[in-house]
């Protein structure tokens, strides 16, 4: 990493930081990105299309392209649990996770 970057430690300092530095660049929640409009810092930031590969389409992050698989960045999330557990409450909320059963605990 360089000498020169900023690391915040936060993760609401990262936006406010790239809208006063006209060389920041930054990797944020798509949440945070959500939440920026209507806000003095959206007319500051600018949000870049990424392609999946050289023939795809470039794609801008949002709510939207992100659920319907279009975004190509993605972050897994992982659910870990003991493999003994699976009629406790642990293995219940596992398998609502996973789509096995959608409904309601």
């Known amino acids: 990493m360089s000498a020169n970057a900023s690391v915040k430690a936060y993760y609401k300092a990262i936006i406010p930081a790239v809208a006063e530095n006209p060389n920041a660049i930054a990797f944020v929640r798509i949440r945070d990105i959500a939440q920026l409009n209507g806000k003095d810092q959206d ?5 870049i299309a990424v392609k999946k590969d050289e023939n795809s389409r470039a794609v801008l992050p949002s709510k939207e392209t992100v659920n319907n698989g279009t975004y190509p960045i993605i972050r897994p999330f992982y659910l870990c649990m003991d493999g ?22």
Do not use: E, V, Y
């Open 43 to 47: 007319a500051k930031i600018k949000l």
């Open 84 to 105: 003994k557990a699976t009629a406790s409450l642990a293995g219940k909320f596992m398998d609502f996770c996973a789509g096995k059963n959608p409904r309601p605990m």
